[in-house]
């Protein structure tokens, strides 16, 4: 199983990005995928998860209506939209693998991290 991040980057505070969790190694469909973001100093925070075998999908209450996880089945990638961006989302992010959701972290595969930087 491996998962690698990508798309973080400096954006303004309002603006847009969106992170790319490219997996390979196990058939999606039976898993579930999770973003995770952490900033030095502070504990991990589960961001959104989604459980492909049920369609279910969770966010965090500190991004819901501003952050979208999606499936691109063709690549077996998934995506973070993040709208909104605010400093406040300043991290690293992480996408991680498991059967299924544990927006407390407790998920098998993770990938490489990517930055996120909003500015004010």
């Known amino acids: 199983v491996q998962l690698q991040a990508s798309g973080g980057g400096l954006v303004q505070s309002g603006g847009s990005l969106r992170l790319s969790c490219t997996t390979s190694?196990?058939?999606?469909?039976?898993?579930?995928i999770a973003w995770f973001r952490q900033t030095p100093g502070k504990e991990r925070e589960g961001v959104s998860c989604?459980?492909?075998?049920?369609?279910?999908?969770n966010y965090a209450d500190s991004v819901k209506g501003r952050f979208t996880i999606s499936r691109d089945n063709a690549k077996d990638t998934v995506y973070l939209q993040m709208n909104g961006l605010k400093p406040e989302d300043t991290a690293v992010y992480y996408c991680a693998a498991d059967l299924i959701c544990d927006l407390g972290g407790a998920m098998d595969y993770w990938g490489k991290g990517t930055q996120v930087t909003v500015s004010s």
């Open positions: 989604i459980r492909f075998s049920t369609g279910s999908i």
């Open positions: 190694g196990f058939t999606l469909d039976y898993y579930s």
